[in-house]
């Protein structure tokens, strides 16, 4: 148990070391072409990022969903990173309007999908940090970064009639799926920041027995925790 203690403290020693070294060297290259941003909160390379979210679906006219998520990311360097996990439950409810016009017209076969849980695995680039001046005295910095990767996505095939049953489901099952954004993160603090983000989730569901791609274009806003090195 012992042994295990000192093998634990020497590999804690390392990364950090390692860490500090990356971010002298990543000091000097920058110094060296003249691309230093100054007064620069912290470097992130080895840090790993919590982050909380929640948001929305803005463009689904047909089922109104909530999400409420967070990420973990491991960011190699200050320009690159793994968003090791990235979750996100849905609350999904049908649109008013829709029910109003499937009664109205009588139709009796109306499908569509609706998201329950999305979990995805993705690279992160992040090539812009920056600050910006507001008003002579309010300094703000802030990260632009992307985002694509794939995961697993729970979907439900959800049918409507006007006549009884007027909802059912047709399948529910895990489908893959494919996402890909753009964000800003804007600092508050040595370890805190505040995110937007702009995501598509391109999931592959079934719906009148033919599985297609469908876009699920989502807005979120949350905060992200980086965890220091000590």
């Known amino acids: 148990?012992?042994?295990?203690?000192?093998?634990?403290?020497?590999?804690?020693?390392?990364?950090?070391?390692?860490a500090s070294k990356s971010t002298e060297t990543q000091n000097n290259v920058e110094r060296s072409i003249n691309a230093v941003v100054r007064n620069k909160y912290f470097y992130k390379t080895n840090k790993i990022e919590l982050s909380g979210t929640a948001g929305a679906m803005?463009?689904?006219?047909?089922?109104?969903?909530?999400?409420v998520g967070?990420?973990?990311?491991w960011h190699f360097s200050d320009h690159?990173?793994?968003?090791?996990?990235?979750?996100?439950?849905?609350?999904?409810?049908?649109?008013?309007?829709i029910k109003d016009i499937v009664t109205a017209n009588s139709l009796s076969n109306v499908q569509f999908s609706?998201?329950?849980l999305l979990a995805t695995s993705n690279i992160l680039l992040s090539p812009?940090?920056?600050k910006i001046r507001f008003f002579g005295n309010q300094v703000l910095y802030f990260d632009i970064y992307s985002v694509f990767g794939f995961g697993?996505?729970?979907?439900k095939t959800i049918k409507l009639s006007s006549s009884a049953p007027v909802e059912s489901t047709v399948r529910q099952g895990m489908d893959p799926v494919f996402d890909f954004g753009l964000g800003v993160k804007i600092f508050t603090g040595?370890?805190?920041?505040?995110?937007?983000?702009?995501?598509?989730?391109?999931?592959?569901?079934?719906?009148?027995?033919?599985?297609?791609?469908?876009?699920?274009?989502?807005?979120?806003?949350?905060?992200?925790?980086?965890?220091?090195?000590?």
């Open 80 to 97: 690159f990173g793994w968003e090791i996990a990235h979750i996100q439950v849905a609350s999904p409810s049908i649109s008013a309007n």
């Open 1 to 18: 148990m012992k042994q295990l203690r000192v093998i634990f403290f020497l590999l804690f020693v390392t990364l950090n070391l390692q």
């Open 128 to 130: 812009i940090y920056g």
């Open 58 to 67: 803005p463009l689904d006219s047909v089922v109104n969903h909530l999400l």
């Open 114 to 116: 609706q998201i329950n």
């Open 190 to 230: 040595d370890a805190l920041a505040i995110l937007i983000d702009l995501r598509d989730y391109v999931t592959f569901t079934e719906v009148y027995s033919s599985r297609k791609p469908r876009s699920n274009f989502s807005v979120f806003a949350g905060l992200s925790f980086f965890i220091p090195n000590f």
């Open 70 to 73: 967070g990420r973990a990311t």
């Open 152 to 155: 697993l996505a729970n979907t």
